[in-house]
């Protein structure tokens, strides 16, 4: 059975750092694209970056690109997402997923909110 599980979020003041991880079990993270979703309130859930399985590169929604970076842990089970210079705008409940369409993410230029396998959310909040 798949269990996903992230971890990370928390309260963060503008201009902060955080970084969230993603443990994945009954699963390897190795041979799957693993993307990062988040979904704020009154909101639809929103691809904000994924990391291919064929070689590991990588999508970053606009909102986000020159400030997150996603990376794959060196046990075959993680997954991560760097995030600075938080912004109000990405207070949201993050979601870790397994083959996200990353592909067509990096072709079309957005990750629609599809994947097989969903983690429960952790929250991020970025006030003052």
């Known amino acids: 059975q798949v269990q996903i599980a992230e971890s990370g979020g928390g309260l963060v003041q503008p201009g902060g750092s955080l970084r969230l991880s993603c443990t994945a079990s009954?699963?390897?993270?190795?041979?799957?694209?693993m993307g990062w979703f988040r979904q704020a309130p009154g909101k639809e859930r929103e691809g904000v970056s994924c990391?291919?399985?064929?070689?590991?590169?990588?999508y970053y929604a606009d909102s986000v690109k020159g400030r997150f970076t996603i990376s794959r842990g060196s046990a075959k089970n993680t997954v991560f997402l760097e995030m600075n210079s938080l912004k109000p705008e990405d207070t949201a409940v993050y979601f870790c997923?397994?083959?996200?369409?990353?592909?067509?993410?990096?072709?079309?230029?957005?990750?629609?909110?599809?994947?097989?396998?969903w983690g429960q959310g952790t929250q991020v909040t970025v006030s003052s």
């Open positions: 009954g699963f390897t993270l190795d041979f799957s694209a």
């Open positions: 997923a397994t083959d996200p369409p990353c592909f067509t993410a990096q072709t079309i230029g957005i990750m629609l909110p599809q994947a097989d396998h």
């Open positions: 990391i291919s399985s064929r070689d590991n590169s990588v």
